[in-house]
């Protein structure tokens, strides 16, 4: 079946059968992938790890507007910029401009910037949509510009300059954050950034002008080869010169022995390894996070894991530790469990919900069920529901009144959380779950559970 997020482009669309992903390449794009493939950008492209392999599939096109048929690298789950930290989105920018600066070289030039085009595999981003490039018309300005700035250098400087959690506002305008409101929000003193005084304030007003030049085919217009280059240096410059420190959030700077003795912390990990050890093979999503620790002793036993947390800091940090190379195997991704992000686009199809993108074998929630139960108010059978549409199997933890978090949790509130018991929350998963396992956590009121989902 066609997928109902690819359908804008008339070049070609992502399609699957019996489970496999497929790209379609239609007849009326067949001359510009026939020159990007004879120009070695391809090839280029792949090597440098920009763009995702793919080979020639075997497969006919599902359709008969199509002329040939690949099979791209398959990615078991696909994150979107709204759910980016900085970092992940800054990446995302360099390598799209990077991308756009070989393109160039070749002949040629990406038609869109899209940052839904870009994934984070193995900690650096990667373009997935291989039919973005068409052959490069002299003279032409980029056709691409201007969604470039509204995906990503809007954004970012919002981030940067403002607060980082407007990044969010990707979710609700998912062609981008249109350049008049991010200017609007923006403070004075980057109208007196180079970068951002062209790229956003002045493209804004020029946007704004009556009968507005569209950015393809602008009448009139003639860049040379030496101002497409200026543009794109220009715009590297501007992105490169934004920052923003992981310092301020709330979880940024958390740590197991946070709320762990040592001995504490060290059986915790050792019985989480021990349950993963005996859980299904495959993904793992660690929902809350925070800083990695347990995505890491997943990672290690070989899984690949989505490392889900509300915390853009504690995302920031954690995706810091990816691109070093210091963790594997691990996607960090923003995503608030009371409010996960929804199905969202062209008849609700076009982005997929974060629980859509599942189901994943295996779910850890460490440390997770006192902040869903008591700040927000989740009862625990709502909770056990939650999950069980999630992941077949979990890896829970359980963090009692008597736990000195949730003291804390409960001190600027009145107790209504008669059910919020161990035997509560057992009585309350059994509905979904039957238990596997069952640990006390040494030196701790702490207990981790395994469960396995029932049949229905």
Known sequence: MADPASFRDPSGFVFSR?????????????DNWARFLS???????????VLIPHEVASVAPLDGRGATVI??????????PYEWSFSQLKDAALTTLEIQERALKSGMSLKDASAYNIQLVDGRPMLIDSLSFEAAVPGEPWVAYRQFCQHFLAPLALMAYRDVRLG??????????????????MPGRTRLRPGLAAHLHLHARA???????????????????????????????????LRWSPDSTYWSGYSPLTSYSSAAADSKATIVAQMLAHSPAGRVWDI????????SIAAEAGRRVIALDADAGAVERLYLGVRSGALNDILPVIADMTNPSPASGWAL???????????????????????????????????????????????????????????????????????????????AFSIDYEVVEEVPVTDSHRTLFRMHRRER
């Open 207 to 241: 946007q704004n002008r009556p009968d507005p030049r569209p950015d393809r085919r602008s009448r009139g217009a003639h860049v040379s080869d030496l101002g497409r280059r200026a543009l794109l240096d220009s715009l590297r410059r501007a992105v490169e010169g």
């Open 168 to 185: 969010q506002l990707l979710q609700t305008s998912i062609d981008g954050i249109p350049l008049d409101l991010a200017t609007s929000l």
């Open 71 to 80: 099979k791209p690298l398959q990615l078991d789950f696909i994150s979107y």
């Open 349 to 427: 199809r076009e982005r997929r919900s974060l629980v859509d993108r599942g189901p994943a074998p295996v779910a850890m929630a460490l440390a997770l069920i006192h902040h869903l139960a008591i700040s927000n108010n989740v009862p625990l059978p709502n909770i056990s529901q939650f999950f069980a549409g999630i992941a077949s199997d979990i890896i829970i933890e359980f963090v009692p009144k008597e736990d000195p978090q949730t003291q804390t949790l409960l001190a600027s509130r009145e107790d209504i959380f008669p059910d919020y018991t161990l035997d509560g929350f057992r009585s």
């Open 288 to 295: 809350g996070a925070n800083d990695g620790s347990y995505s």
């Open 18 to 30: 019996d489970g496999v992903v497929f790209r379609q390449i239609n007849h009326t794009f067949a």
């Open 39 to 49: 120009s070695g950008l391809c090839n280029e492209l792949t090597q440098a790890g």
